[in-house]
């Protein structure tokens, strides 16, 4: 049998039955893939592959859905944060505070921007950061905090702005696994002073391949950003400052323009799901995800559950045909890429106890209820 990861495996047949995939990409709707190769024949026809109108448009909706004033399309989430960092003028000597439990592009794209991620435990509870852990992690040096809406969860922002504020330190959302979170009403990335996003294919919203976006009200920083994507270029051969190649494609951007459409609704598939799922393990051998806290939300890009004999739990599941993964397996600070930091196993309990006990279950927009039904029966029967 192909490995858990591999597509095929979404129709490989186990004991008679089909396997419950992780996740579902556009060529499983037939309706939306016609739709978005329809896109694609329309861009290439113009051969307007690189910013424009298609580019310009989807910032445009893509401003309007974050209820931000600017939205700027990049070539990936962690471009997306990077560049966010460095038009803040964040850089070499500078401190930014990241919770070690995230994806590593949270981190590197500290590193990239020249500063030094100061990376940091999270919740119990919530498995994410707070103002309390990024109070204690304050130094002289600490220009900026990256929370991380992590797995579609959102961070409690009002104590951390608060914090911020008074100290004089700038707060750059990760919203690559939440867009459309929503936390007192306003959606994640529009919170802080820049929100920056992923849209990687398996992401709630994601293109034909990589690309990003960074949201802001600051205009002086949407110019910046509109800068170092491309070249520093202000008007056609100046250069205001060296930059890079680092623009969203004009293909990505008519792909996501069209998906930005339905994404509110999958959003509220991707919710129902999680809380049916959630309900249907309520008394089961694991711990699902707590609900939402009061001011916030959960998109559920993951649906992470806890249980201290995770590997069995694992092998139990994969034998019953449902497919499951580890977000992440490894906390940052552990990865040989920060060895330099110095921390070690026993620094940062709380990510490490997660990082052994967490299992990510299956949950996309278009999961069924006799999928879920067959998700929570495979759970319950691990004794
Ligand atoms: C996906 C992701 C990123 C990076 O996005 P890419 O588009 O893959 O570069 C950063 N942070 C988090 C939390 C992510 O999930």
């Not at 962690?78 to 994806?103: H, K, M, Q, W, Y």
């Not at 991380?148 to 919203?175: K, S």
Request: hydrophobic content about 40%; some cysteine.
């Amino acid at each position: 049998m192909s490995s858990a990861r591999s597509p095929a495996s979404a129709t490989v047949a186990v004991d008679g039955d089909v396997r419950v995939p992780f996740t579902r990409l556009d060529n499983a709707d037939p309706q939306l893939l016609a739709e978005l190769q329809d896109v694609v024949a329309r861009v290439s026809r113009e051969a307007a592959f690189t910013l424009g109108a298609e580019v310009e448009g989807f910032e445009r909706d893509f401003a309007a859905w974050c209820e931000a004033d600017h939205a700027v399309g990049v070539s990936s989430g962690t471009a997306a944060l990077e560049l966010a960092l460095r038009g803040l003028g964040i850089g070499p000597g500078d401190e930014v505070i990241v919770p070690t439990n995230s994806f590593i592009a949270t981190a590197e794209a500290v590193s990239a921007a020249g500063a030094t991620p100061r990376l940091v435990d999270v919740d119990e509870e919530s498995a994410l950061i707070t103002a309390e852990l990024v109070e204690a992690a304050l130094t002289p040096r600490t220009r900026c905090v990256i929370p991380v809406h992590l797995y579609g969860r959102t961070v409690e922002m009002e104590p951390l702005l608060a914090l911020c504020r008074e100290h004089g330190i700038r707060v750059v959302e990760d919203a690559c696994q939440a867009h459309g979170a929503r936390y007192r009403g306003r959606p994640a990335g529009s919170l802080g002073d820049a929100g920056c996003f992923s849209f990687y294919p398996t992401k709630n919203l994601g293109a034909w391949g990589d690309g990003g976006a960074v949201v802001t009200d600051d205009a002086d920083l949407a110019e910046r950003l509109r800068l170092l994507r491309s070249h520093g270029e202000a008007t056609r051969h100046h250069h205001e400052l060296p930059a890079r190649t680092d623009r969203l494609d004009a293909l990505q951007a008519a792909i996501l323009r069209a998906k930005l459409e339905r994404l509110d609704d999958a959003n509220e598939r991707r919710r129902a799901a999680g809380g049916a799922l959630r309900e249907a393990l309520a008394d089961s051998p694991v711990a699902p995800p707590p609900p939402p806290a009061g001011d916030g939300d959960h998109v559920f890009h993951l649906f992470v559950v806890r249980s201290s004999r995770r590997e069995d739990l694992r092998q139990h599941l994969s034998t019953a045909g449902i497919s499951n993964a580890i977000h992440y397996p490894t906390p940052i600070h552990l990865q040989p890429a920060y060895a330099e930091l110095g921390l070690r196993p026993g620094d940062l309990p709380v990510a490490e106890r997660l990082a052994h006990e967490i299992c990510s279950l299956p949950v996309f927009p278009t999961i069924e209820q006799s999928q879920i039904e067959r998700i929570a029966a495979a759970v319950v029967s691990f004794g």
